[in-house]
């Protein structure tokens, strides 16, 4: 099987088949974030309710029970380490809103907004706290290396993000480093994971951990791409949140290196945020059209959900591979 390339689909790919393969695991899965997330503080369970209930395509847990399918793990242990790593990923969330003074989190008002910033932090250092807790009852020290070295390099993908927020001179090529920090380092441990627990060969883990890191940076290239070419009822989030907060993204870099001096000095400008009106908006959107720059976007995102998908190659055709390339052409295609 080593070397075989996957095609991808010439149909609309979606997540139909991976949720099919995962249903009843996430099941149990749902149960334990439930059941963990609870607490005799009122305010902890709602606050964290407010996200977890609120939907979200449960892409990393999934990623854990799919790669368990995959290499035909009968346990179950990988329930509780799926947990973990969406508590570890909500955490996230309800920091980065703060940090990003969000608004919007998957079409409802984000939790800092219901509830405030304070309580919104402490209730994400819970989920973390959480999340801690049922890696150290799975008992491998292995486990826990792999999902607490990736919570770290999230942590520091968050920052270096942070640092390289209004510098219109960020590179491509440090951009993709802070998304293979900030996103794709949970993919690839959320997916290694499902190896470890079935004991597999290193040359497994690696490849699922090659998957998952690819799917991760496609995944948030076309989250980058969205931001300029979707609307607010279809992504859940302000549209524009970027380009008001400064931050670099693959969209803007490309129409930055390809603008005339005009329109460069437009960029410096709103970059630096001098131009964060609707108007200002709506000339970013235009100038990254008039450049390709969400197509350009996307098909560097299709590079690297192809690259997921030839690390695959390794495991013998079936469901469940299947069903982990079919996500990987979903997270390139979709349009939220």
Not at 129 to 150: H, P, T, W
Not at 175 to 189: D, E, M, N, R, S
Not at 265 to 272: G, L, N, S, T, V
Request: glycine content about 8%; hydrophobic content about 45%.
């Amino acid at each position: 099987m080593s070397g075989e390339v996957i095609q991808f689909r010439r149909t609309t790919p979606t997540l139909a088949p991976i949720l099919s393969l995962t249903a009843t695991a996430m099941n149990s899965v749902n149960s334990i974030i439930l059941d963990r997330m609870q607490s005799e503080i009122p305010l902890i369970p709602t606050l964290a309710g407010h996200l977890i209930a609120g939907g979200g395509k449960r892409m990393r847990p999934m990623l854990t029970l799919a790669g368990a399918e995959l290499v035909g793990y009968q346990g179950t242990r990988h329930h509780k380490l799926a947990a973990a790593v969406e508590f570890i990923h909500t955490a996230t969330l309800l920091h980065d809103d703060v940090v990003d003074g969000s608004e919007m989190r998957r079409g409802k008002e984000a939790a800092n907004i219901v509830f405030g910033n304070p309580a919104t932090v402490l209730v994400g250092d819970f989920l973390f706290s959480r999340s801690f807790e049922l890696m150290v009852e799975d008992g491998s020290l292995k486990v826990l290396k792999i999902l607490s070295g990736a919570s770290a390099i999230i942590a520091q993908g968050e920052v270096d993000q942070l640092t390289a927020q209004r510098k219109i001179e960020t590179s491509e090529e440090r951009y993709l480093h802070i998304i293979g920090a900030k996103t794709a380092a949970l993919f690839a441990a959320a997916s290694r994971i499902a190896a470890v627990v079935a004991e597999r060969t290193d040359a497994e883990e690696q490849a699922l951990d090659d998957y998952g890191r690819n799917l991760g940076i496609a995944f948030q290239l076309v989250d980058d791409a969205i931001d300029y070419d979707t609307g607010t009822e279809e992504m859940g989030k302000d549209r524009g949140d970027d380009f008001r907060e400064g931050k670099m993204t693959l969209p803007v870099i490309l129409a930055y290196a390809r603008g005339s001096d005009e329109e460069r000095r437009f960029w410096q400008e709103a970059i630096a945020g001098f131009r964060t009106e609707d108007e200002d908006l709506a000339h970013a959107v235009e100038l990254i059209r008039r450049h390709d720059a969400v197509a350009a976007t996307r098909e560097r995102a299709r590079h690297f959900a192809q690259r997921a998908c030839d690390a695959l190659s390794i495991f013998p055709d079936g469901k469940a591979r299947q069903a982990m390339v079919e996500a990987a052409q979903f997270a390139v295609s979709r349009g939220y």
